[in-house]
């Protein structure tokens, strides 16, 4: 599963979650991927860089994103987000809230990757 999966940029490994679904129901899968592979890492171990290109979100995603951010708390130790305009600010404020976790908020994803390499 590509679009949910660990990977290496300049020696340093990050795991990726790529919202770029055409169904909404493609993303549960990808959020379940997450889950996985995450908490099978040591705590406060995993960099996370979530990339919203394109996808749509209901109540239901929003919630099940929620329950993932609170049980990968323990695991992350940084996570940025790439692609959030307009109304999904809101969307990924309320799940910072939620799961009391921070997110930078990137414009592209060479920002985000360095904002999540530096120590």
Same mark, same amino acid.
């Given at each position: 599963?590509?679009?949910?999966?660990? !990977? %290496?940029?300049?020696?340093?490994? &990050?795991? &990726?979650?790529?919202?770029? =679904?055409?169904?909404?129901?493609?993303? #549960?899968?990808?959020?379940?991927?997450?889950?996985?592979?995450?908490?099978?890492?040591?705590?406060?171990? #995993?960099? %996370?860089? !979530?990339?919203?290109? @394109?996808? @749509?979100?209901?109540?239901?995603?929003?919630?099940?994103?929620?329950?993932? !951010?609170?049980?990968?708390?323990? =695991?992350?130790?940084?996570?940025?987000? #790439?692609?959030?305009?307009?109304? =999904?600010?809101? #969307? &990924? !404020?309320? &799940?910072?809230?939620?799961? @009391?976790?921070?997110?930078?908020?990137?414009?592209?994803?060479?920002?985000?990757?360095?904002?999540?390499?530096?120590?």
């Amino acid at each position: 599963m590509n679009n949910a999966c660990f !990977t %290496t940029e300049f020696g340093s490994e &990050i795991f &990726i979650l790529n919202f770029a =679904y055409e169904d909404i129901k493609e993303a #549960v899968p990808l959020i379940d991927e997450c889950a996985r592979q995450v908490r099978q890492r040591p705590e406060g171990s #995993v960099k %996370t860089l !979530t990339i919203v290109e @394109k996808g @749509k979100f209901d109540l239901a995603l929003v919630d099940k994103l929620k329950d993932l !951010t609170k049980g990968n708390s323990p =695991y992350v130790n940084k996570a940025a987000v #790439v692609g959030i305009k307009g109304l =999904y600010k809101v #969307v &990924i !404020t309320a &799940i910072s809230i939620f799961s @009391k976790r921070d997110f930078k908020l990137f414009d592209c994803k060479e920002e985000a990757i360095n904002y999540l390499l530096q120590d």
